[in-house]
């Protein structure tokens, strides 16, 4: 069988059912599905936020989705990946970013999305404001993502 990818940026809510359903429907080759969801937290840091606000650069956004996810193809044996990540306004307990990885056997598939997920966090062509009671601000990259990516480059 051919391994299904998926990759969407929207503004839309996702259902994490639903996505996990379409990945493995009519699968037998499937042993093993990992699903990592970020969802919109109320605070950061102990500072109340009311809202995040999520911009990316469209065409590269995806493209650069769709080059890493290859790299997890060939570095991993999957029979399947789905990468969902949202933009626009988003309030806090709604979902983010889904990440769901398919595999034989569950190593692969926890590795693959791990790996996924780091590059989405470090590297994407993302930008994140956060809204407050004291306004907005655009969120800095942190060195324990970068990090957590780093691990994963090839010396």
Request: charged fraction near 25%; hydrophobic fraction near 45%; aromatic fraction near 8%.
């Amino acid at each position: 069988m051919t391994t299904a990818v998926t990759i969407r940026i929207q503004e839309a809510d996702f259902d994490v059912a639903r996505e996990i359903a379409a990945l493995t429907q009519s699968r037998k080759d499937i042993g093993a599905v990992v699903s990592f969801s970020g969802i919109c937290r109320d605070s950061e840091g102990g500072a109340p936020i009311s809202a995040l606000t999520l911009e990316h650069y469209q065409g590269m956004a995806e493209a650069e989705i769709a080059r890493h996810a290859e790299t997890a193809m060939s570095r991993w044996p999957l029979n399947g990946l789905t990468v969902i990540h949202r933009v626009g306004r988003i309030m806090p307990g709604e979902n983010i970013v889904l990440v769901l990885t398919a595999s034989a056997h569950r190593q692969a598939a926890f590795e693959a999305a791990e790996f996924l997920m780091d590059y989405l966090k470090t590297n994407a062509p993302f930008w994140k404001r956060e809204e407050s009671a004291k306004g907005t601000s655009w969120i800095e990259a942190r060195d324990h993502d970068d990090a957590a990516a780093a691990r994963w480059t090839k010396s």
